[in-house]
């Protein structure tokens, strides 16, 4: 290998390619589809995630379902570990509310607002298929602009709500 080329000063390496990668996507989604079409596609694979994630806590804790508690702990965990800085600002038995102040998409998110799907079913898998339902509504987001994310998850169908996806446990 070309000394000059490996060592040259390229900023490129695995975690920022990612992002890259996820940001142009979503981008050529929302560019060829349109948000609302990309949103969808976005979902898809959310949906995949989240279970995969819940499963992957349920398994270690070794536990059948989580509590309203365990759940509002696990979302707050799984974005620390994927570098996003969520946290908690209120639960009771009919929502959980969680704030943001730093995207795990590091920047990717910017103008990218279907991405916010990811977070969306990503919560509202886990939430659903441990508590039975879910309605989370996404109500500020860094990716529109906003300084922070602030997302609602309702625990309980609600009449006058009418932002957000709902979710439901699955038969299976």
Known sequence: MDEAVSTCGVALERDGFLRRLVRHLSGALQDTVGLEESEGFISLVGQNI???????????????????????????????????????????????????????????????????????????????????????SIDQAIARGDSECRVTVYLQPVENVDSGREYFRSEG
């Open 50 to 136: 989240g279970e995969e994630i819940n499963d992957a806590y349920r398994g270690a804790l070794a536990l059948p379902l989580l509590d309203r508690e365990q759940v509002a702990a696990v979302l707050v965990d799984l974005k620390r570990r994927i570098q996003g800085e969520f946290y908690l600002i209120s639960q009771d038995d009919s929502k959980i509310v969680l704030g943001n102040r730093r995207c795990p998409f590091g920047g990717a998110e910017a103008g990218r607002p279907a991405l916010c799907m990811m977070t969306s079913n990503v919560f509202g898998v886990i939430v659903a298929e441990n508590l039975g339902y879910a309605r989370v």
